[in-house]
């Protein structure tokens, strides 16, 4: 039987279930709010910001049942877990956010050939307004999550609400600007510059997810402390060909340990479990696999 998920591991699973739970709740709720307010005004700029949390619905409900499916535990056939379907979710969210861009600039070129005036702007900076507080208080529990958990998915929800602040007041602006000024190509370009921002971070989200997918090493300094851990072990001689990669929010490190060659198997094994269990304990929840080598073998190596 494989092991079960550990207590500290149930309670990062409901930490991310609640986080996106109330990701979908929010995202709903602000996306019939500015429905309501762009149909009422007929500002592009909130147009837009309801597509972006149309979006952010979709977005949401993936990462929901990536969270949900990532959660458990790792079965005979997947024996690494289901860690990565948070990263496929990602790259999903990514598209959805990058077509929602597309869309937004379509309709801004659109305005600019053919103006539309803006009606009562006083609804539509309420609304923003409004929006805003309620995404602020959204963020900073994600973030919290996010810190409790590594979730990837978490995360890109994370990055669509912090675009969502910056569009928000980018188009409190432009409405504040049409109001006082009556220059209604304004809440056009606040449009476009929403879009725009859109596809920036779908890209940024593809990026880390295909390189999740795509087993990047981790960062430098998680090696390093690999490397750190191992040479203040006074019974090691060595590692060489270090591999690592995150398996969806729980490290995984391969390499091979260098020993004194005159240890028996068994006295191998003890000292390979004392550094096995460093590792672990520097990394909770990490998977280590090591390859004893004796010290001064010449052989075919990664490194090289």
Same mark, same amino acid.
């Given at each position: 039987?494989?092991?079960?998920?550990?207590?500290?591991?149930?309670?990062?699973?409901?930490l991310?279930k609640?986080?996106?739970?109330?990701?979908? &709740?929010?995202?709903a709720g !602000?996306?019939l709010?500015? @429905?309501?307010?762009?149909?009422?005004?007929?500002s $592009? #700029?909130? %147009?837009?910001?309801?597509?972006?949390?149309?979006?952010?619905i979709?977005?949401?409900?993936?990462?929901?049942?990536?969270?949900?499916?990532?959660?458990?535990?790792?079965?005979?056939?997947?024996?690494?877990?289901?860690?990565?379907?948070?990263?496929?979710?990602?790259?999903?969210?990514?598209?959805?956010?990058?077509?929602?861009?597309?869309?937004?600039?379509y309709?801004?070129?659109?305005?600019?050939?053919?103006p539309?005036?803006?009606?009562?702007?006083?609804?539509?900076?309420?609304?923003?307004?409004?929006?805003?507080?309620?995404?602020?208080?959204?963020?900073?529990?994600?973030?919290?999550?996010?810190?409790?958990?590594?979730?990837?998915?978490?995360?890109?929800?994370?990055?669509?609400?912090?675009?969502?602040i910056?569009?928000?007041l &980018?188009?409190?602006?432009? !409405?504040?600007v049409?109001? @006082?000024?009556?220059?209604?190509?304004?809440?056009? $370009? #606040?449009? %476009?510059?929403v879009?725009?921002?859109?596809?920036?971070?779908?890209?940024?989200?593809?990026?880390?997810?295909?390189?999740?997918?795509?087993d990047?090493?981790?960062?430098?300094?998680?090696?390093?402390?690999i490397?750190?851990?191992?040479?203040?072990?006074?019974?090691?001689?060595?590692?060489?060909?270090?591999?690592t990669?995150?398996?969806?929010?729980?490290y995984?490190?391969?390499?091979?340990?260098?020993?004194?060659?005159?240890?028996?198997?068994?006295?191998?094994?003890e000292?390979?479990?004392?550094?096995?269990?460093?590792?672990?304990?520097?990394?909770?929840?990490?998977?280590?696999?090591?390859?004893?080598?004796?010290?001064?073998?010449?052989?075919?190596?990664?490194?090289?």
């Amino acid at each position: 039987m494989l092991p079960q998920p550990s207590a500290d591991r149930k309670n990062i699973n409901r930490l991310k279930k609640i986080a996106v739970t109330a990701s979908v &709740s929010v995202s709903a709720g !602000l996306a019939l709010i500015k @429905l309501a307010a762009s149909l009422y005004t007929g500002s $592009l #700029a909130v %147009l837009s910001s309801m597509v972006d949390s149309l979006s952010d619905i979709f977005s949401s409900l993936i990462s929901f049942i990536a969270v949900k499916f990532s959660s458990q535990p790792a079965s005979v056939e997947h024996r690494y877990g289901f860690g990565k379907a948070e990263a496929l979710s990602a790259l999903v969210q990514s598209a959805f956010i990058a077509g929602s861009g597309v869309f937004v600039v379509y309709e801004g070129v659109s305005r600019f050939i053919s103006p539309r005036p803006v009606g009562d702007t006083g609804v539509g900076i309420l609304v923003m307004a409004a929006s805003t507080v309620i995404t602020l208080g959204l963020i900073a529990f994600q973030k919290y999550v996010v810190k409790k958990t590594a979730s990837l998915a978490v995360a890109a929800d994370s990055a669509h609400y912090l675009v969502d602040i910056a569009t928000n007041l &980018s188009i409190m602006i432009s !409405l504040i600007v049409v109001r @006082l000024f009556e220059i209604y190509w304004f809440d056009t $370009l #606040a449009a %476009l510059f929403v879009s725009f921002y859109l596809l920036i971070n779908a890209y940024k989200i593809a990026r880390e997810a295909i390189a999740l997918l795509m087993d990047k090493e981790l960062p430098e300094e998680v090696r390093q402390d690999i490397f750190n851990l191992v040479n203040n072990c006074g019974f090691c001689r060595g590692i060489h060909d270090l591999r690592t990669r995150d398996l969806g929010g729980v490290y995984m490190f391969e390499f091979h340990l260098e020993l004194d060659g005159g240890l028996s198997l068994y006295q191998a094994h003890e000292l390979t479990d004392i550094v096995e269990n460093e590792v672990k304990a520097l990394y909770p929840g990490s998977q280590v696999i090591i390859h004893q080598d004796p010290a001064g073998l010449d052989e075919e190596r990664l490194d090289n």
